[in-house]
């Protein structure tokens, strides 16, 4: 049984925007609250030099702790298991007041089961897969006590020597064999990055596209970002009325229409789906 992202023993909808701020940058660490992802990740990695990780670290801790009640959303993404900053990240997370972390570059389960043992019960954990090897072997890996899973493309590009580009069909299996693997193991899936932050066409394109293969949220890495992912990856007030009608005429039992269009189990179980990704009930 997987762990809910909540507090609750409800099920909330899975995480449609994964958003990412430099460990470093206190002063946007304390703007989250303006841009309502459904999970900030405050990153250690990535966005911060070499030189800079121990302050950055001590820095983040206490931004966060700034935050109240706002940092219930808040993630720590800490250094890869096995570099020289691990272990002091994680004593960092464990005593923080962030509602979990994010481990990048996962490739063994037993990484997952030293966060548990250090973490809080309770604590959200969220994986990266982004080397050849995590991608590779994703289907056993999302076996462990893990909440979400995002795909990494860039990070993943640069372990196998490929390069990057615009039609992304270099990371179509990868991309599509991570969702694959968490869908198995019943963890969220999280959508690779567009870093070209101007260019809101292309974010939304690309996360149509990792819509259709079946991720149900985008990693942000801007906050303009975070709203186009929310309205990309939330049911429209159509999309709920036709799973709405679909489980009715589900209720009558075998086979029925739509819209005059067929609708049997698939259909039914697909309008389950949407109707399971509502947060709040578009206008």
Known sequence: ????????????PPPRSLFFVPGSRSDMIAKLPRWPADLAVVDLEDAVAAADKDSARSAAVHAIAELGT????????INPSGSRWFADDLDAAAQSQARGVV??????????AELRAR???GAVIV???ETARGVADCRVLLEADVDAAYFGAEDYIADTGGYRTDAGTEVLYA?????LGARLAGVAAIDQAVLAIRDDDRFVADAEAGKAIGYTGKICVHPRQVELAHQVFSPSAAEIDHARAVLQMAESGGVGTVDEQMVDDVHIRMAQQTLARVRDEPE
């Not at 706002?70 to 993404?77: P, Q, T």
């Not at 991309?175 to 969702?179: T, W, Y």
């Open 1 to 12: 049984m997987k762990r809910s992202l909540s507090r609750t023993d409800v099920p909330p």
């Open 70 to 77: 706002s940092a219930d959303v808040v993630l720590l993404r």
């Open 103 to 112: 481990l990048p570059k996962f490739e063994s389960a037993d990484e997952v």
């Open 119 to 121: 973490l809080p019960a």
């Open 127 to 129: 994986v990266g897969l």
């Open 175 to 179: 991309r599509s064999h991570v969702l």
